[in-house]
């Protein structure tokens, strides 16, 4: 799958739409879920623990072609969707 679609780079907002369509479906997130948002802190509200920020980890990795450091990971910015879409776009377009 090409992650820049026609446009030639990944946006945060395409980006972070396929992060909050991917977390809602592997961790059960309900659209009701008044809680959840993109905003929200993923592990400090429940939503994603250990186990499931491997799984996380891989799926961008696959679905966005990008590579996260430490310095990525350990960031406030990568607690919440947004955040971690700001990372990714970034990522791809260094990486582009």
Known sequence: ???????????????????????????KVGERDSRFSRAVEL???GYVDSVGMVELLGFVEE?????LSDEDLLSDE????DGMAGIISRRAAVSA
Do not use: H
């Open 78 to 81: 990568f607690t919440t969707i």
């Open 63 to 67: 679905e966005f072609g990008v590579t």
């Open 1 to 27: 799958m090409n992650p820049a679609g026609d446009s030639g780079g990944l946006t945060e907002q395409v980006a972070a739409e396929r992060l909050e369509r991917f977390i809602r479906e592997t961790f």
């Open 43 to 45: 592990f400090e509200g």
